[in-house]
C-alpha cells in the first residue's frame, strides 16, 4: 500500500461522500453505507494527473452539544490523520463557518499534516467566492471554493493536492509488500491453508499501526515478492473464540478485501459456490482488486479424468463476475498445489499494476472499432469512439472519449471490455471502463493532456 493516503475531514453533511464518489470515481458504486455494517474508515483509491493515492474518509466527525470531538470520534480521526500526508478539510458554504469547524481546525492545526480547506456547495458563480472567503478565519491558509455536486473548482483542488504529496518512487511498488488477503467462508479451511503456507518458513508475525487493533499480518517471502498476509489473527480466531457456527465475520473479511492488493478467495469443493461467496466475489470485483480463485479440499473429492475441467465450468458459472480469474485446485491437507498460489497471485499482481501506453490502447480499441461499429441510435445517430487511455492501475482503468455514452449499450460495452482483454491481457485483475461524453470531456481533457503515452 505505497499509495499516499489524503484523509477526509468535516462535519456530518457537509459534502464529504459526494466529494470522495467524485474523486474516486472507479469506485462509485460502494460508497454508499452497508446497512446493519459498523463502518469507522474507509479506504477508497482514488487518481488524478498521475497520480495514485488512497482516501480515508473519517465517516463525519460527530460533537456533543459544546463543539467538542467526541472521544471515540476523535481517536478514529486521529488514526485516519496519522498516516495521512494530506487532510481535506470540508465545510459548508452555505451553512458560513459554525463552532463545530473551527473545532476540527484547531484540532488540525496542532497536528503536523499539511491541510487544504475545501468549501463546499459553492456553486453560485456570484456568491461562491464570498462564501468561501469566509473561511479564511480557520486558520488554514485560502479555503477553495468548490461544489462536489457539479464538480466546480474541485480540479485546483486536487491539483494543489497533488502537489503536497510527495514525489512518487519509480519503484516503489516493488518494495513494498503485496497486500494479500485469504477470504472464504468459515470451515472452507482458510486456517488450513495458512499453517500450509507458513509452515515451513518463519513467519514475522507483526501488529500494524494504525489498523484495527486486533489485525495482525504476517510477513513473507515467494516468488521473489515480499507478502503481507492481512489479518492472520482474523483467519485463525474462530478457533479461540466461540462464536457458534453461524457466525459469519463479513465485516472483518470485507475490511481484509479493502486493505488488500490481491485476494485469494477459497471455496469448498465438497459445497461449491454459495451466495456467501458470491457476496465476497462481488465486494473483490466492486474493490477492483486482484484475485485467484482457490477451490480448497480437492482431496475429498472423488475424481476422474474430467472432474476438473467439469467442475471449473459449474464453479464459473456462479461467479461469472470473477471470469478474469485464475482458478487452482488444492488441498491443504496434502498441501496440493498450495505453493502455487503465490505464483499465481504474483502473476494476477503485476497485470493489477500494469499500465499500458496510450498508443498500445488505442491500437486495440481500433481493431475492435474495425470488426464492430458502434450501435446506431434509433434517431440514426451513430455513436462515435475517438479514442481511448489508461488513467489508473490497481485496477488498470480506461477513460474512452465518445461521442454520446448513452449510444453505447451494455452489448456493445462488454464487447469492448473483452477485446481490451483479448488484446491486452490483464488475467487476475478486474478492469475498469469509464464512458466520457463530450460535454464531460472539456473537464477530462487536462486530465487526458496528462496521461500521454510514457
Ligand atoms: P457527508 O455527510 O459529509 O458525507 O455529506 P454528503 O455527501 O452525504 O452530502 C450531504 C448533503 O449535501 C447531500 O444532500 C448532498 O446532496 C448535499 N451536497 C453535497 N455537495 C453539494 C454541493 O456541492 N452543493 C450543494 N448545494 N449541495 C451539496
Ligand atoms: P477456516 O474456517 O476456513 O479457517 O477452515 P479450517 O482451516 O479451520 O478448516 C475447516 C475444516 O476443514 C477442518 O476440519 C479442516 O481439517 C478441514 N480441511 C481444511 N482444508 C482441507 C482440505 O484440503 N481437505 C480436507 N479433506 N479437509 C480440509
Not at 488524478?48 to 465517516?59: A, C, E, L, N, Q
Not at 498450495?338 to 493489477?352: D, G, Y
Not at 464487447?415 to 463530450?438: A, D, H, M, N, S
Amino acid at each position: 500500500m505505497a499509495r499516499p493516503v489524503v484523509a477526509i475531514i468535516g462535519r456530518p453533511n457537509v459534502g464529504k461522500s459526494t466529494l470522495v464518489n467524485r474523486l474516486c470515481q472507479s469506485r462509485e458504486a460502494i460508497v454508499h453505507d452497508q446497512p446493519g455494517i459498523t463502518r469507522d474508515r474507509t479506504y477508497q483509491d482514488g487518481f488524478w494527473r498521475d497520480r495514485d493515492f488512497r482516501i480515508v474518509d473519517t465517516g463525519g466527525l460527530v460533537f456533543d452539544d459544546d463543539s467538542e470531538f467526541l472521544p471515540e470520534i476523535r481517536e478514529q480521526a486521529d488514526l485516519a490523520l496519522e498516516e495521512a500526508v494530506v487532510a481535506l478539510l470540508i465545510v459548508d458554504g452555505q451553512q458560513g463557518l459554525t463552532a463545530a469547524d473551527e473545532s476540527i481546525a484547531e484540532w488540525l492545526r496542532s497536528r503536523e499534516c499539511e491541510t487544504l480547506v475545501a468549501v463546499n456547495k459553492c456553486e453560485s458563480p456570484e456568491m461562491g467566492l464570498a462564501m468561501a472567503a469566509d473561511f479564511w478565519g480557520l486558520g488554514l491558509g485560502e479555503p477553495y471554493a468548490i461544489s462536489a455536486i457539479h464538480g466546480v473548482g474541485t480540479g485546483d483542488l486536487l491539483d494543489h493536492v497533488v502537489e503536497l504529496l510527495p514525489p512518487r518512487q519509480p519503484n516503489e511498488d516493488l518494495d513494498e509488500p503485496i497486500q494479500i488477503a485469504i477470504v472464504g467462508r468459515p470451515n472452507v479451511g482458510k486456517s488450513s491453508l495458512l499453517n500450509s503456507i507458513c509452515g515451513e518458513t518463519r513467519a514475522i508475525v507483526s501488529p500494524i499501526r494504525g489498523t484495527t487493533r486486533d489485525t495482525i499480518d504476517t510477513t513473507l517471502e515467494r516468488e521473489g515478492k515480499a507478502w503481507r498476509l492481512i489479518d492472520t489473527a482474523g483467519i485463525r480466531r474462530r478457533r479461540s473464540v466461540n462464536y457458534g457456527p453461524e457466525f459469519f465475520g463479513i465485516n472483518r473479511s470485507f475490511k481484509a478485501i479493502e486493505r488488500s492488493d490481491i485476494c485469494v478467495l477459497v471455496i469448498d469443493a465438497l459445497d461449491g459456490v454459495t451466495e456467501q461467496d458470491q457476496r465476497l466475489a462481488g465486494r473483490i470485483e466492486q474493490d477492483g482488486r486482484a484475485c485467484v480463485l482457490v477451490i480448497n479440499k480437492w482431496d475429498a473429492i472423488q475424481k476422474d479424468g474430467s472432474t476438473m475441467s467439469l467442475m471449473e465450468k459449474e464453479l464459473r458459472a456462479k461467479l461469472y463476475f470473477l471470469d478474469w480469474a485464475t482458478m487452482l485446485f488444492t488441498s491443504a491437507l496434502t498441501g496440493q498445489r498450495v505453493e502455487s498460489i503465490f505464483a499465481l497471485a504474483s502473476l494476477a499482481v503485476e497485470q493489477h499494476r500494469r499500465r499500458v501506453a496510450t498508443a498500445v490502447v488505442n491500437e486495440v480499441l481500433k481493431e475492435a472499432l474495425s470488426w464492430r461499429s458502434p450501435p446506431t441510435s434509433r434517431g440514426g445517430r451513430q455513436g462515435r469512439l475517438y479514442y481511448g487511455t489508461q488513467v489508473a492501475s490497481r485496477p488498470p482503468s480506461f477513460t474512452l472519449f465518445v461521442n454520446e455514452p448513452k449510444l453505447f449499450g451494455d452489448s456493445y460495452r462488454r464487447y469492448v471490455e473483452r477485446q481490451i482483454r483479448e488484446g491486452l491481457g490483464f488475467e487476475g485483475t478486474p478492469i475498469k471502463l469509464f464512458w466520457r461524453g463530450k460535454q464531460q470531456r472539456a473537464a477530462e481533457r487536462d486530465l487526458a493532456r496528462q496521461q500521454s503515452p510514457s
